[in-house]
Protein backbone atom coordinates (compact mmCIF):
# COMPACT_ATOMS: atom_id res chain seq x y z
CA UNK A 1 0.00 0.00 0.00
CA UNK A 2 1.12 3.77 -0.94
CA UNK A 3 2.01 5.39 2.53
CA UNK A 4 2.08 9.28 2.22
CA UNK A 5 4.66 10.74 4.42
CA UNK A 6 3.95 14.68 5.81
CA UNK A 7 6.60 17.27 7.36
CA UNK A 8 7.14 18.58 9.08
CA UNK A 9 4.45 17.34 11.73
CA UNK A 10 4.34 20.89 13.30
CA UNK A 11 5.27 24.35 12.67
CA UNK A 12 5.21 27.63 14.26
CA UNK A 13 5.05 30.63 11.35
CA UNK A 14 4.58 34.39 12.10
CA UNK A 15 1.26 36.38 10.25
CA UNK A 16 2.06 37.31 7.18
CA UNK A 17 5.32 34.77 6.97
CA UNK A 18 4.84 32.19 3.70
CA UNK A 19 5.04 28.57 4.88
CA UNK A 20 5.49 25.54 2.88
CA UNK A 21 4.78 21.99 3.68
CA UNK A 22 5.28 18.66 2.00
CA UNK A 23 3.82 15.64 1.23
CA UNK A 24 6.31 12.88 0.39
CA UNK A 25 4.28 8.86 -1.55
CA UNK A 26 5.82 5.87 -1.72
CA UNK A 27 4.94 5.23 -4.96
CA UNK A 28 4.37 7.42 -7.65
CA UNK A 29 0.87 8.91 -7.12
CA UNK A 30 0.85 11.28 -10.62
CA UNK A 31 -0.90 14.19 -10.52
CA UNK A 32 -3.82 12.39 -7.63
CA UNK A 33 -3.26 14.42 -4.35
CA UNK A 34 -5.76 16.74 -2.31
CA UNK A 35 -5.58 18.66 0.67
CA UNK A 36 -7.18 19.56 3.65
CA UNK A 37 -7.67 21.78 6.21
CA UNK A 38 -9.02 20.61 9.35
CA UNK A 39 -9.19 23.19 12.53
CA UNK A 40 -9.87 21.86 16.02
CA UNK A 41 -13.76 20.40 16.69
CA UNK A 42 -13.92 20.54 13.03
CA UNK A 43 -14.48 18.11 9.92
CA UNK A 44 -12.00 18.87 7.61
CA UNK A 45 -11.79 21.03 4.38
CA UNK A 46 -10.85 20.17 0.67
CA UNK A 47 -8.65 22.87 -0.43
CA UNK A 48 -6.57 21.69 -3.18
CA UNK A 49 -7.46 18.47 -5.30
CA UNK A 50 -5.49 17.24 -8.15
CA UNK A 51 -2.22 18.28 -6.86
CA UNK A 52 -2.91 22.06 -7.72
CA UNK A 53 -6.61 23.05 -8.29
CA UNK A 54 -7.63 25.33 -5.76
CA UNK A 55 -11.27 23.82 -4.30
CA UNK A 56 -14.67 26.27 -4.62
CA UNK A 57 -13.76 29.63 -2.28
CA UNK A 58 -10.13 28.47 -1.41
CA UNK A 59 -8.59 31.82 -1.00
CA UNK A 60 -5.45 31.78 -3.16
CA UNK A 61 -3.06 32.42 -0.86
CA UNK A 62 -3.28 28.41 -0.63
CA UNK A 63 -1.31 26.46 -3.45
CA UNK A 64 -0.72 22.85 -4.39
CA UNK A 65 2.07 21.99 -6.63
CA UNK A 66 4.13 18.80 -7.01
CA UNK A 67 4.21 15.83 -9.16
CA UNK A 68 4.65 12.14 -8.87
CA UNK A 69 5.94 11.20 -5.35
CA UNK A 70 6.61 14.89 -3.93
CA UNK A 71 3.95 17.00 -3.17
CA UNK A 72 3.60 20.99 -1.43
CA UNK A 73 1.30 23.10 -0.12
CA UNK A 74 2.37 26.22 0.22
CA UNK A 75 0.63 29.29 1.84
CA UNK A 76 1.54 32.92 1.26
CA UNK A 77 0.94 35.42 3.75
CA UNK A 78 -0.55 33.53 6.42
CA UNK A 79 -3.25 34.58 8.05
CA UNK A 80 -4.45 33.95 11.95
CA UNK A 81 -7.25 31.79 10.51
CA UNK A 82 -4.87 29.20 9.22
CA UNK A 83 -4.08 27.93 11.99
CA UNK A 84 -5.04 24.16 11.85
CA UNK A 85 -3.74 20.69 10.84
CA UNK A 86 -3.40 20.07 7.37
CA UNK A 87 -3.30 16.73 5.50
CA UNK A 88 -2.24 15.61 2.30
CA UNK A 89 -4.51 12.85 0.14
CA UNK A 90 -3.94 10.55 -2.33
CA UNK A 91 -7.18 10.45 -4.66
CA UNK A 92 -8.30 8.51 -7.60
CA UNK A 93 -8.30 4.96 -6.92
CA UNK A 94 -7.98 2.94 -3.76
CA UNK A 95 -6.81 2.74 -0.49
CA UNK A 96 -7.32 6.68 -0.08
CA UNK A 97 -4.64 7.19 2.35
CA UNK A 98 -3.99 10.31 4.37
CA UNK A 99 -0.57 11.57 5.66
CA UNK A 100 -0.11 12.07 9.18
CA UNK A 101 -0.63 15.86 8.89
CA UNK A 102 1.30 19.00 9.81
CA UNK A 103 0.20 21.13 12.59
CA UNK A 104 0.58 24.72 11.53
CA UNK A 105 0.62 27.03 14.52
CA UNK A 106 0.50 31.06 14.30
CA UNK A 107 2.80 32.71 16.80
CA UNK B 1 -27.67 22.26 -0.14
CA UNK B 2 -25.93 19.45 -0.03
CA UNK B 3 -25.44 17.83 3.65
CA UNK B 4 -23.94 14.23 4.85
CA UNK B 5 -24.94 13.28 8.78
CA UNK B 6 -23.83 10.79 10.72
CA UNK B 7 -25.67 8.78 13.36
CA UNK B 8 -25.08 6.74 15.94
CA UNK B 9 -23.79 5.38 19.37
CA UNK B 10 -21.72 7.21 21.61
CA UNK B 11 -20.72 4.14 23.54
CA UNK B 12 -20.65 0.43 22.16
CA UNK B 13 -19.52 -2.39 24.54
CA UNK B 14 -15.90 -4.00 23.47
CA UNK B 15 -16.53 -6.47 20.93
CA UNK B 16 -19.66 -5.39 19.82
CA UNK B 17 -20.84 -4.24 16.57
CA UNK B 18 -20.70 -0.34 15.63
CA UNK B 19 -23.54 0.94 13.14
CA UNK B 20 -23.58 4.45 11.75
CA UNK B 21 -26.04 5.96 9.32
CA UNK B 22 -25.23 8.57 7.40
CA UNK B 23 -27.89 10.08 5.64
CA UNK B 24 -27.55 12.21 2.66
CA UNK B 25 -29.40 15.54 1.06
CA UNK B 26 -28.80 17.87 -1.51
CA UNK B 27 -27.39 15.18 -4.05
CA UNK B 28 -28.22 11.71 -5.27
CA UNK B 29 -26.35 8.41 -3.84
CA UNK B 30 -26.00 7.31 -7.45
CA UNK B 31 -24.46 9.68 -9.45
CA UNK B 32 -21.44 10.35 -6.00
CA UNK B 33 -19.58 8.60 -4.38
CA UNK B 34 -19.65 8.02 -0.10
CA UNK B 35 -16.60 7.33 1.95
CA UNK B 36 -15.91 6.31 5.78
CA UNK B 37 -13.08 8.06 7.27
CA UNK B 38 -12.42 7.80 10.98
CA UNK B 39 -9.96 9.95 13.58
CA UNK B 40 -8.91 8.94 16.72
CA UNK B 41 -9.26 11.57 19.49
CA UNK B 42 -6.04 13.64 19.35
CA UNK B 43 -5.19 11.54 16.05
CA UNK B 44 -4.81 11.82 11.97
CA UNK B 45 -7.52 10.53 9.43
CA UNK B 46 -7.79 7.28 8.22
CA UNK B 47 -9.87 6.12 4.83
CA UNK B 48 -11.86 3.36 5.83
CA UNK B 49 -14.52 2.12 2.85
CA UNK B 50 -16.40 3.53 0.37
CA UNK B 51 -19.62 3.21 -0.93
CA UNK B 52 -19.50 3.50 -5.18
CA UNK B 53 -22.22 5.55 -7.02
CA UNK B 54 -23.19 1.81 -8.96
CA UNK B 55 -23.58 0.30 -5.77
CA UNK B 56 -20.66 -1.54 -5.37
CA UNK B 57 -17.83 -1.03 -2.35
CA UNK B 58 -14.62 -0.49 -1.42
CA UNK B 59 -12.72 -1.00 1.84
CA UNK B 60 -9.69 -0.79 3.24
CA UNK B 61 -7.74 -3.54 3.73
CA UNK B 62 -7.23 -3.25 7.62
CA UNK B 63 -10.81 -3.93 8.53
CA UNK B 64 -11.74 -5.68 5.82
CA UNK B 65 -12.76 -8.39 7.16
CA UNK B 66 -15.02 -6.80 10.33
CA UNK B 67 -15.98 -4.04 7.46
CA UNK B 68 -19.59 -3.90 5.94
CA UNK B 69 -20.64 -0.65 3.89
CA UNK B 70 -24.43 -0.70 2.63
CA UNK B 71 -27.12 1.75 1.71
CA UNK B 72 -30.42 2.95 0.94
CA UNK B 73 -31.12 4.53 -1.68
CA UNK B 74 -34.55 5.67 -1.27
CA UNK B 75 -33.71 6.74 1.79
CA UNK B 76 -30.82 8.68 0.66
CA UNK B 77 -28.16 6.51 3.19
CA UNK B 78 -25.02 5.05 3.98
CA UNK B 79 -24.25 2.48 6.60
CA UNK B 80 -21.36 1.64 8.07
CA UNK B 81 -20.93 -1.72 10.34
CA UNK B 82 -18.03 -2.96 12.13
CA UNK B 83 -17.74 -5.69 14.71
CA UNK B 84 -15.35 -7.14 16.71
CA UNK B 85 -14.61 -3.42 18.22
CA UNK B 86 -12.12 -3.21 20.20
CA UNK B 87 -10.53 -0.01 22.39
CA UNK B 88 -8.29 1.34 19.28
CA UNK B 89 -11.58 1.68 17.38
CA UNK B 90 -12.90 4.69 19.14
CA UNK B 91 -12.63 7.46 16.80
CA UNK B 92 -14.86 10.22 15.53
CA UNK B 93 -16.38 8.48 12.33
CA UNK B 94 -17.31 10.62 9.28
CA UNK B 95 -18.88 9.85 5.99
CA UNK B 96 -17.77 12.76 3.19
CA UNK B 97 -18.72 12.55 -0.45
CA UNK B 98 -16.54 12.52 -3.67
CA UNK B 99 -17.33 14.01 -6.58
CA UNK B 100 -15.59 12.07 -9.27
CA UNK B 101 -12.05 10.59 -9.85
CA UNK B 102 -9.81 13.64 -9.90
CA UNK B 103 -11.45 15.62 -6.80
CA UNK B 104 -11.36 14.93 -3.00
CA UNK B 105 -14.11 14.60 -0.45
CA UNK B 106 -15.85 17.82 -1.05
CA UNK B 107 -18.07 17.72 1.44
CA UNK B 108 -18.31 15.82 5.02
CA UNK B 109 -20.44 15.18 7.99
CA UNK B 110 -20.20 16.52 10.86
CA UNK B 111 -18.68 13.31 12.42
CA UNK B 112 -20.31 10.95 15.37
CA UNK B 113 -17.84 10.34 18.35
CA UNK B 114 -17.77 6.43 19.72
CA UNK B 115 -16.44 5.51 22.45
CA UNK B 116 -15.19 1.83 23.13
CA UNK B 117 -15.85 0.91 26.30
CA UNK B 118 -14.81 -2.26 28.05
Known amino acids: NIVMTQSPKSMSISVGDRVTMNCKAS??????IAWYQQKPGQSPKLLIY???NRYNGVPDRFTGSGYGTDFTLTINSVQAEDAAFYYC?????????FGSGTKLEIK | QVQLKETGPDLVQLTQTLSITCTVSGFSLTTYNVHWVRQPPGKGLEWMGA???????DYNSAFKSRLSISRDTSKSQVFLKMNSLQTDDTAKYFCARRVNYYSGFDYWGQGVMVTVSS
Open chain 1, 89 to 97: QRIYNSPFT
Open chain 2, 51 to 57: MWNGGGT
Open chain 1, 27 to 32: QNVYNN
Open chain 1, 50 to 52: YAS
